[in-house]
């Protein structure tokens, strides 16, 4: 049955990176949810779905990421979950990352989205190419932040994002990565929840 085939596959690592569902490890679901609601994120949410948010099993994610050894394209998530759904991502590294540090952050362009830009430009059919960022927004619009441990970085399925590539990085960075949906418009293959 699909809920079988749903349950073998939460028991397993996500990738060759070794990054595993949250939910697999209850201690952690109640903590980070605690934290939530500590910093009263579900009113927030609520308030920014207008709805009930729900979270994502499959993309509330522990990730353990080698940094590239090559550049990579850009993409935006919601070519794998649809353009059309609510959505809002919470990233928490878990170390020090980005510009200034020797560990890989994030490479966004911080532009607006309301529509996915376009499939077909980069080396795979959902990937966006770094040429056609530039081509059309400037070399300037690709920007590195500085993280911290314990940042929580939010955007939504249509931020233009990749994982930064630099020369002579080797350290793994570490992050939780934490999908919120409205509870009315989700992508029912992410196994939404609530709490």
């Known amino acids: 049955s699909d809920t079988v085939k749903i349950g073998r596959k939460l028991t397993q690592p996500l990738g060759k990176n070794k990054s595993f569902l949250t939910v697999q490890t209850p201690i952690l679901t109640e903590k980070l949810l605690n934290l939530f609601a500590q910093k009263r994120l579900k009113a927030l949410l609520t308030e920014y779905f207008e709805n009930e948010p729900c979270v994502s099993v499959y ?38 990352c980005g510009t200034g540090y020797d560990v890989h952050g994030i490479d966004i362009v911080p532009i607006r989205f309301k529509h996915s830009f376009g499939k077909g430009t980069g080396v795979l059919d959902w990937t966006i190419s770094p040429k056609a960022i530039i081509d059309q927004y400037s070399e300037a619009a690709i920007v590195t932040p500085t993280f911290r441990k314990g940042d929580a970085f939010f955007f939504d399925h249509l931020l233009i994002h990749r994982t930064q590539c630099m020369p002579n990085f080797v350290e793994k960075r570490y992050a939780i990565e934490t999908w919120f949906f409205d509870s009315v418009n989700f992508p029912k293959n992410q196994i939404p929840m609530k709490w």
């Open 59 to 96: 993309k509330w994610v522990l990730r353990r990421a080698d940094p590239p050894e090559n550049p990579i394209d850009f993409h935006q998530d919601g070519t794998f979950m649809g353009d059309d759904i609510a959505s809002l991502n919470c990233w928490i590294p878990l170390s020090d």
